[in-house]
């Protein structure tokens, strides 16, 4: 695989501190180059309406060198979607694990991270969200199965909330109501994505607190 | 303007009954057709990768006839959207007109419209609200006054019920508080057209039902 050191121009390279964000998980500078050229690509003007070429120029590659690395755009989407939710997923477990085992606590600390991780990589959460429907076959499987694993962990947490009767959820308590309103506070989290955040004068760390508090009240907690 | 009967394999021809759902509003039954094709490539691949032979071609018509009607692919688009959105809100005028004055009424009402509407227009509320970002300069901004006035509403009811000591908003009872709840709320119902609604074993009504419970909780509504 050929690797080239990221270019001069580059606005962004890997550090300790960043490596983190890039995608793919565990994948070269290049690699890292490209998927972030797509990112912008994608985002200003959709998955479809953008060709392998663009993407290749935008980090100054052919689009013969681009293909060494993903074998078609569709497999450049497919990778990039998955290592979205791979790694949203995973810092989920690690936000809950550090949370007090309580409902109101892990519902708190899922929607606080979901809130800060979409405003804080918004063009990222734009395009998995986006563009995800654009995957086909087996990939599309594999992409809708790690976002229901998301929306389970919101579904486990309300029903844990109602078992021990600290939430009361519209609509009753049965496993369907808790998967609705899983999906509808995921939805209002995730949905940052399309904001102008700049319109709202509300610091981030504020934001989270609002955010938590309305899933809260959505889920009918018992505060006491 | 050079107008067409409907072409008999179409499978919907405007009748008094579909009629108010038919866009552009006021528009020929060929200019219903052409919009109609738009709204399916739109949703099946995006604006920005359909081109106007294709929606030319999907209503039988050659790119120049098309240009008869709309004069660019933009064009076509500021038409679609700027009329989703104005049927949308004077419909909710209608639905506020119709409810009882005080602030639960008023923003059951709008819920259960929203949601209704969206779940029955999935198509065209999804490039509405996806495509609305590719409009450029005054159009785009017409739009977005048109989507303000529609946040405006759910805004002044919240306000109305906050000053009548019935609603209590997460993060204060100022305005800016309004207007964040009342974007959360207008986008919890309109991502519906994102979703499989065939995935929830939940009736329409139910879910309309669920989704007024969920937008009173948020803003902590007094119901006795």
Chains 1, 2 share one sequence.
Request: with cysteine; glycine share 8%.
């Amino acid at each position: 695989m050929t690797v080239q050191t990221p270019s001069p121009q580059g606005d962004r390279q890997p550090s300790d501190s960043q490596a983190d964000d890039w995608l793919p998980i565990g994948g070269s500078a290049l690699q890292h180059r490209i998927v972030d050229a797509a990112v912008e690509l994608f985002y200003a003007q959709g998955f479809s309406a953008t060709t392998v070429r663009e993407i290749a120029a935008a980090c100054g590659l052919t689009g013969g060198a681009l293909y060494n690395h993903f074998s078609s755009k569709d497999h450049l989407l497919y990778v990039l979607v998955r290592d979205v939710h791979l790694r949203a997923n995973a810092q989920m477990a690690e936000a809950l694990a550090s949370a007090a085992p309580d409902p109101v606590s892990q519902l708190s600390a899922l929607v606080r991270f979901l809130v800060s991780h979409t405003a804080g990589s918004k063009k990222q959460s734009r395009v998995a969200n986006r563009e995800f429907t654009r995957l086909s076959g087996a990939h599309r499987q594999e992409v809708r199965t790690l976002r229901r694993q998301i929306r389970d962990r919101f579904g486990g947490i309300l029903q844990a909330g109602v078992e021990q009767g600290i939430f009361t959820l519209p609509g009753g308590n049965d496993p369907g109501s808790a998967a609705l309103i899983a999906s509808t506070i995921s939805v209002m989290c995730v949905h940052i994505s399309e904001w102008q955040l700049e319109n709202y004068s509300v610091g981030a760390e504020e934001f989270q607190n609002r955010y938590v508090e309305m899933a809260l009240r959505m889920v009918g907690a018992r505060l006491d």
